[in-house]
């Protein structure tokens, strides 16, 4: 099942790859847009105040979730109902919102279940509680995975819970995790590549070289990392309706 997963997931990237640049055009013009707005005299006056930065970095933070969202969906469609975008390539509107909606939801359930978790281990147990906290964020990943497959549902307009989700996904969380795993190794080995590159040109050109090959790094690991976890997904959705239709027929 881990090399079904590769083998697709890879396919699907590179058989798409003239979209994917179109679409990283489009995170990156807005994410560009924000980041002049950002350096504007207005909000340059509002982030020296500790409430100032922290908006700023909820708005950027919000910005990502959107856009995101938006192009996850666009993702989404393109994979599973080989549909091209006809109206531009950015729209936000009910699906959309929907998606980002179950996004955040998992999200946040997962973080408050981990964080709680490491809380109290770290209360009971010191620095080996962090140990035992990373243990169960590996444990629970696959089950993250199986609970994250009515986010590529949602955005092809399926009605899929989470109870069809973990039905149908056994024995596709961990495969699905390890491959996300291995298609970010040489992602954040062209980033590290890159920061090391940046370093370079801050010491040649000046320190105000780095917010701009700062931006472009993470705007670019930002999208990869999520195009990677879309696709991944993806791919494993197919699956279970593979698996799905193929049990219904046998019943």
């Given at each position: 099942m881990f090399l079904k997963i590769l083998a697709r997931s890879t396919s699907a990237v590179l058989a798409n790859r003239k979209k994917i640049v179109a679409l990283v055009g489009v995170w990156a013009a807005v994410m560009a847009v924000w980041f002049v707005i950002s350096l504007s005299g207005g909000l340059a006056d509002i982030g020296a105040s500790q409430s100032g930065k922290l908006m700023i970095l909820l708005t950027h933070i919000g910005l990502n979730s959107i856009v995101g969202a938006a192009i996850a969906v666009i993702w989404h469609r393109l994979f599973l109902l080989r549909e091209e975008q006809k109206s531009g390539l950015f729209r936000f509107g009910a699906v959309e919102f929907e998606y980002l909606g179950r996004a955040l939801l998992i999200g946040f359930g997962w973080g408050v279940a981990i964080g709680l978790s490491g809380i109290l281990l770290y209360t009971a147990f010191g620095s080996n509680g962090l140990i035992a906290t990373a243990g169960i964020i590996l444990v629970s990943?696959?089950?993250?995975?199986?609970?994250?497959?009515?986010?590529?549902?949602?955005?092809?307009?399926?009605?899929?819970?989470?109870?069809?989700?973990?039905?149908?996904?056994?024995?596709?969380?961990?495969?699905?995790?390890?491959v996300n795993l291995v298609l970010l190794l040489p992602?954040?080995?062209?980033?590290?590549?890159?920061?090391?590159?940046?370093?370079?040109?801050?010491?040649?050109?000046?320190?105000?070289?780095?917010?701009?090959?700062?931006?472009?790094?993470?705007?670019?690991?930002?999208?990869?990392?999520?195009?990677?976890?879309?696709?991944?997904l993806s791919v494993g959705y197919n699956l279970a309706k593979e698996r799905w239709f193929s049990a219904a027929a046998n019943t």
């Amino acid at each position: 099942m881990f090399l079904k997963i590769l083998a697709r997931s890879t396919s699907a990237v590179l058989a798409n790859r003239k979209k994917i640049v179109a679409l990283v055009g489009v995170w990156a013009a807005v994410m560009a847009v924000w980041f002049v707005i950002s350096l504007s005299g207005g909000l340059a006056d509002i982030g020296a105040s500790q409430s100032g930065k922290l908006m700023i970095l909820l708005t950027h933070i919000g910005l990502n979730s959107i856009v995101g969202a938006a192009i996850a969906v666009i993702w989404h469609r393109l994979f599973l109902l080989r549909e091209e975008q006809k109206s531009g390539l950015f729209r936000f509107g009910a699906v959309e919102f929907e998606y980002l909606g179950r996004a955040l939801l998992i999200g946040f359930g997962w973080g408050v279940a981990i964080g709680l978790s490491g809380i109290l281990l770290y209360t009971a147990f010191g620095s080996n509680g962090l140990i035992a906290t990373a243990g169960i964020i590996l444990v629970s990943a696959p089950l993250n995975y199986r609970l994250s497959l009515v986010l590529p549902a949602t955005a092809i307009g399926e009605r899929f819970s989470f109870k069809d989700a973990l039905r149908v996904s056994k024995g596709l969380g961990l495969p699905m995790a390890l491959v996300n795993l291995v298609l970010l190794l040489p992602i954040f080995a062209v980033f590290t590549i890159g920061t090391f590159f940046q370093n370079l040109l801050v010491a040649i050109a000046g320190p105000g070289v780095k917010v701009v090959v700062g931006t472009m790094l993470e705007v670019g690991l930002t999208f990869a990392t999520a195009l990677v976890y879309v696709t991944v997904l993806s791919v494993g959705y197919n699956l279970a309706k593979e698996r799905w239709f193929s049990a219904a027929a046998n019943t």
